[in-house]
């Protein structure tokens, strides 16, 4: 599977597929400018297979919602994972995942890599966080069945993610190596629960994480690289017959230690069906040959090959079989409403010392951080302005910090009140060093909006008065928050 830059296919692109017969495109908002060009787009792109093949060309995104949404022009995002289960229901949940499923097929897209099934704890540090249903495996199991239910009544196929769980994850994995140290009875009775209940139900797809279980495989390589992990428990054990697709390879828990072309040689080996490139388009042409030759040389088995074809094709022979006309609802309408009463209904009061009364005179200092520094695979579209937008209709007096360094301090003084919005505090050090000299300073936050993580209020509480959550901040978000402070003329 590959991705590519650009609105158009790319002649390397073509090449690739009318003469190496490429399985998959997967497609970034880098791809996308509106729903007329992503359909034409996606139209080229099957054209172009069903010149050289009766199978399909799997054309995927990530569309989880929340924070990882790759195409809103035209898909009006879903609430996060984990707002859903606090504000919604699995019921809700399959209408959503129903939608943008709708949506996606419209353009010409048939497969979504979602739903996450990742286990995240709540209330602690996690490089996942919100895109995580539950700290419950039973309710990520439970939500994360009708994710499936909704996409697949939708016409494309749902991919659970991030095998075998990177819940527990405090790292990376585009940057560097996370190391899951938990044991494997601990894994098993938590992280396998979601695979093992959706796998009973036929999940087609399911993508490996890149990081590191050494209770499963003593090697500490990545699960990805791991037979013990991809052959003996997800084969042998939870008896997956679907197709399995490792994460891009050009991540830095991967890209950082080995290249390209022994990386999709260790993935195939492991048992992984689906390797997948997402940026460096002209380099697969050389991957591609290495594997081949491995496979001449009998270091990757004709047999696993032969396994792994016989699955794409089930792939091909699902979609075929997928049945549309249970669709839902397809209108704007109901998604709107659905991600209203679910931003409204998941709010979190963290903490409260006082009514959320702020004056719309008193000169206010809002501060905000928006770098996404914990998850690199979450889109870096900034949320500033139209939420400054709906700020400036209420603070008359207002002054805006967006990602200070620390050398605004001593005008926050001038202000009569402190607003912050916060994301993965946990995560930056920028951020907690902000905090710490904010406190020399003797100088406490009026109102903290932890726009992601809940587990960042205990970092927050020393220094607030006040701490909100709203996971996520979409526009729905935006004013539900709004929408929940006291505001005055004095």
């Not at 419209?106 to 602690?124: H, S, T, Y």
């Not at 095998?163 to 494997?184: E, F, M, N, T, W």
């Not at 931003?343 to 005179?361: E, M, Y």
């Not at 920028?430 to 992601?452: G, N, P, S």
């Amino acid at each position: 599977m590959a991705g590519f830059s650009g609105l158009t296919v790319p002649s390397v692109l073509e090449k690739l597929i009318l003469e190496e017969d490429l399985g998959g495109v997967i497609l970034f908002s880098r791809n996308m400018q509106s729903p007329d060009q992503v359909k034409k787009l996606c139209e080229r792109l099957h054209d172009l297979k069903s010149q050289v093949s009766s199978m399909p060309l799997l054309i995927a995104i990530d569309q989880e919602g929340g924070f990882v949404v790759r195409f809103s022009n035209g898909i009006k995002p879903m609430p996060s994972s984990l707002a859903q289960k606090r504000g919604g229901s699995p019921d809700w949940t399959e209408e959503l995942y129903n939608l943008t499923g709708s949506s996606l097929q419209g353009l010409g897209i048939n497969c979504n890599f979602a739903p996450v099934l990742d286990v995240a704890p709540e209330e602690e540090p996690s490089i996942i966080g919100i895109r995580s249903f539950s700290s419950d495996p039973l309710e990520v199991a439970s939500y994360a069945s009708s994710a499936v239910k909704g996409t697949h009544t939708a016409g494309i196929l749902a991919c659970g993610k991030h095998y075998p769980g990177l819940g527990r994850a405090l790292l990376d994995p585009h940057l560097q190596l996370p190391v899951i140290s938990a044991s494997k009875d601990d894994l098993i009775s938590t992280d396998f629960v979601p695979y093992q209940q959706l796998i009973s139900r036929d999940l087609p797809l399911i993508m490996t994480s890149h990081a590191s279980y050494p209770s499963l495989d003593t090697e500490n390589i990545p699960a990805s690289f791991s037979s013990k992990i991809n052959t003996d428990l997800l084969r042998d054990e939870l008896e997956f017959k679907g197709v399995l697709i490792g994460d891009d390879l050009e991540m830095g828990a991967i890209a950082s230690t080995w290249t390209l072309e022994k990386s999709a040689v260790r993935m195939l080996i492991s048992g992984v069906d689906m390797v997948m490139i997402c940026h460096s388009l002209d380099k697969i042409f050389s991957v591609i040959k290495f594997v081949e030759t491995a496979l001449h040389d009998g270091v990757i088995g004709q047999n696993k090959m032969e396994e792994s074809r016989v699955r794409m094709e089930s792939i091909a022979q699902f979609l075929k079989k997928i049945n549309r006309s249970q669709t839902i609802d397809s209108s704007d309408e109901r998604m709107d409403f659905l991600c209203k009463e679910i931003a409204s209904r998941s709010l979190a009061v963290l903490k409260q010392n006082d009514p959320f009364s702020f004056s719309g005179r008193i000169s206010t200092a809002v501060v905000i951080y928006s770098k996404w520094v914990s998850m690199q695979v979450e889109e870096k579209e900034s949320f500033t302005k139209p939420f400054l937008d709906l700020l400036k209709v209420h603070f008359k007096n207002m002054t805006v910090f967006i990602n200070p360094d620390g050398k605004d301090f001593l005008c926050y003084d001038e202000f009569g009140q402190l607003i912050l919005i916060t994301s993965d505090l946990a995560h930056d050090s920028i951020q907690q060093k902000w905090l710490q000299d904010l406190k020399k300073h003797r100088r406490q936050i009026d109102l903290a909006v932890c726009i992601k993580n809940p587990s960042d209020a205990k970092l927050l509480a020393p220094h607030c008065r006040n701490i909100i959550a709203t996971f996520g901040f979409h526009l729905h978000n935006q004013q539900t928050l709004l929408a929940n402070l006291n505001f005055h003329e004095k």
